[in-house]
């Protein structure tokens, strides 16, 4: 059983309040890929498909990476939202 952070709230949220590591910057790049075999299986689409691949960061105020996530999706289903809040 999760008594505290994941999965009422954000990842984020949870690092920062219970562990004190407070996000500073994220490096995001969102590239147009082509399924090969076992993406095009996995994501049930026909090999060459589009795919947007999704490659993200995330650093502390020192610049200690927090976060560091690859993502493959599917281009005919892929929705992108980003919503920045400074301090």
Known sequence: MVEKGLPRESLYQTLER?????LFETDE???AVVAEKEE???LNVKE???LLLV??????????????NSSVFRGDRFKYHKKLRGR
């Open 18 to 22: 219970d562990y004190g590591i407070a």
């Open 55 to 68: 490659h993200r960061i995330v650093r502390d105020k020192d610049g200690v990476t927090v976060e560091y």
């Open 40 to 42: 095009a299986k996995l």
């Open 29 to 31: 790049t969102v590239q």
């Open 48 to 50: 060459g498909s589009p």
